[in-house]
């Protein structure tokens, strides 16, 4: 498995193979101090994550975040809702553009940017059979390509 760098504390790789990626979006979000003390550990998992919209405010559903060892006191739990902060202009892009069919909002990755845990979360529609058969073919003929260069 490829290791991360050392700003991105989780990934969903998924996300790429599984979405056409329309647009990006760069996002704080409301953490606990034992969770974010947790996320700093790298092991998150991101991978089935998704980003749903509730009361005009979103929320990133399905991130597990496990329990910090060293946490003294009450514990968090691992997989709760937790709210995204976007400011309102892009919260109504995303609406606009989730009312179209097959337009989703997934969580591609959690990084460190000034010390603050950021969210990538990204407006994606999802790919046919037929684009994830041509993705695998490209890559598979690339991984061929750098082996053959290698033996040379």
């Not at 046919?128 to 993705?135: A, F, P, S």
Request: hydrophobic share 40%; glycine share 6%.
């Amino acid at each position: 498995m490829k290791k991360l760098p050392a700003n991105i504390l989780a990934e969903n790789r998924a996300a790429r193979f599984h979405f056409e990626i329309l647009d990006e979006f760069e996002a704080g979000l409301v953490l606990t101090g034992v969770e974010t003390k947790s996320l700093k550990t790298h092991r998150a998992k991101l991978t089935g994550s998704f980003v749903k919209i509730k009361n005009g405010e979103l929320w990133l559903i399905g991130l597990n975040i496990p329990v910090y060892r060293f946490a003294k006191g009450a514990a968090h739990e691992k997989s709760r809702d937790r709210k995204i902060l976007l400011n309102a202009r892009e919260i109504k892009t995303i609406q606009k553009s989730l009312n179209e069919k097959g337009n989703t909002v997934v969580a591609l990755d959690l990084h460190l940017k000034k010390g603050l845990i950021k969210a990538k979360i990204a407006l994606a529609r999802g790919k046919k059979k037929w684009d994830k058969r041509e993705v695998i073919k490209k890559r598979d003929v690339e991984r061929d390509l750098r082996r053959s260069a290698k033996i040379r």
